[in-house]
């Protein structure tokens, strides 16, 4: 009997442990659902009106005076400024082959469902699925931080050489878990820069990579440098599907802690009601068929040292106010036009199969590669302009390449770039 009573005894502990385990779980569970929601109510500001996209998401018609922007503490007496204060002026182009038929440009989703009233501005909501998918409440908007080392060689017409602008050797700070092929200018009085991207829908492996296609304004050092950021991306961690999205990031720390993607924290200041950041844009360009593109600009404005996004037929969306920046006060030091793809899986074997641009290789040119026509930079003249010295850089040419091509003499160049990854035998 006493050996039956211990046995009884033994299962009743392991079956207190294990129920007092499946309590704590549940509490932690509920915890972690508490700590979302309040999360989302403090992402998902209260809506005018609600638009429900085709492609599934929600675009909610803010207050404008109420948007995520004036949660950061250095806004809290803000005043928006409703539209910059500056005209740029256009240079005259060697060529006009560059140039675009409105039948070619593209649009976003949600339009084609309604539109926000005035005084509102559309912001694409955040679900708790959403949250859900990020690998922290902290961490949702936001790119991974950087690993210990941040510099790459980079290459300049050939493998392991720094890119060679204005007679000086760059080294670009780059990320070991990121792969980049791009155009690239290095001067001291950027205020602006722009191009017209090529709308391709690249292919992601894994929830846990994205790839862009966008302009980078940067300035401070390469380890702690500040960046302004704008194209399109492919997220699904981020967004929850692979549509090709408009986005917007800003960083002042290298990405560490500082910034995010489009609203999902507080800094971007939007003005525009026509253009909701992240959310899907379209038609798609076709191989060998119908080319597509999006013109992205992003510009100091001098008299209020804010710094304004622009999209398509200089549509203003908002700026990012210069309380954020330190070193982009006055001017931005370094500009890059082209592609990112971030994976744990690039630099190494086996290499992640996401794809940059159109998915092929620089070479392949019109109709096949993703290009950026008309990269222009802007400096206190503001005049846009081809940049004096440029350089191309792709830190791994045999999985994603960066050519900026000529046709003719005379003929501006275009820069083409992107690529297959890992569909790549020979990639890294």
């Known amino acids: 009997m006493g050996e039956k009573a211990s046995t009884i005894l033994l299962a009743m502990i392991f079956i207190i442990i294990v129920l007092s385990n499946d309590v704590k779980a549940n509490k932690t569970t509920q915890t972690s659902l508490d700590n979302i929601d309040m999360k989302l109510k403090l992402l998902n500001k209260p809506a005018v009106k609600s638009i429900?996209?085709?492609?599934?998401?929600?675009?909610?018609?803010?207050?404008?005076h109420k948007q995520p922007a004036f949660d950061h503490p250095a806004l809290r007496?803000?005043?928006?400024?409703?539209?910059p204060s500056f005209e740029?002026?256009?240079?005259?182009?060697?060529?006009?082959?560059?140039?675009v038929s409105q039948s070619n440009v593209v649009s976003q989703t949600w339009q084609r469902s309604g539109s926000c009233p005035k005084g509102t501005i559309p912001i694409r909501r955040i679900r708790r699925e959403d949250l859900l998918r990020a690998?922290?409440?902290e961490t949702f908007g936001k790119k991974a931080a950087p690993q210990a080392s941040h510099?790459?060689?980079?290459?300049?017409?050939?493998?392991?050489?720094?890119?060679?602008?204005?007679?000086?050797n760059v080294s670009i700070p780059a990320l070991p878990d990121r792969a980049a092929a791009t155009l690239v200018t290095l001067g001291y009085n950027y205020i602006g820069a722009q191009g017209a991207i090529n709308l391709?829908?690249?292919?992601?492996?894994?929830?846990?990579?994205?790839?862009t296609a966008q302009i980078w304004l940067k300035a401070g050092p390469g380890d702690n440098f500040e960046s302004l950021e704008s194209g399109y991306v492919v997220n699904p961690q981020l967004y929850g599907d692979t549509n090709t999205r408009l986005f917007a990031y800003w960083t002042v720390d290298a990405y560490r802690s500082t910034g995010c993607f489009d609203l999902t924290c507080a800094g971007f200041v939007q003005t525009g009601t026509g253009i909701a950041l992240g959310a899907s844009l379209g038609p798609w360009s076709v191989e060998g068929g119908p080319q597509y593109e999006v013109t992205i600009s992003i510009n100091l404005d001098k008299n209020t040292g804010n710094w304004w996004l622009k999209v398509g037929d200089n549509v203003a969306v908002g700026y990012w106010p210069g309380t954020l920046v330190n070193y982009m006060k006055v001017s931005a030091t370094l500009v890059e036009w082209g592609g990112q793809v971030r994976s744990?899986?690039?630099k190494k074997k086996p290499h992640t199969t996401t794809t940059m641009g159109s998915g092929n290789y620089a070479?392949?040119?019109?109709?096949?590669?993703?290009?950026?026509?008309r990269p222009r930079i802007v400096d206190y003249s503001l005049s846009l302009k081809y940049p004096q010295w440029v350089g191309t850089w792709a830190d791994e040419p045999y999985c994603y390449s960066a050519y900026n091509y000529m046709e003719a003499y005379g003929v501006e160049p275009v820069f083409y770039f992107g690529g297959p990854g890992g569909q790549n035998p020979n990639c890294p």
């Not at 740029?88 to 140039?99: A, C, E, G, H, R």
Request: proline letters at 4%; charged letters at 20%.
């Open 52 to 64: 429900h996209s085709e492609d599934g998401d929600i675009i909610d018609c803010v207050d404008i």
């Open 77 to 83: 007496n803000h005043t928006i400024q409703m539209r």
């Open 88 to 99: 740029l002026k256009k240079t005259n182009t060697s060529s006009n082959k560059n140039k």
């Open 135 to 137: 690998s922290s409440i």
């Open 151 to 168: 510099r790459a060689n980079a290459t300049y017409d050939q493998p392991n050489d720094l890119v060679y602008v204005n007679n000086t």
């Open 200 to 211: 391709w829908h690249p292919s992601v492996e894994s929830n846990n990579d994205y790839t």
């Open 344 to 346: 744990p899986n690039v």
């Open 363 to 373: 070479s392949t040119i019109h109709g096949g590669a993703c290009y950026i026509k």
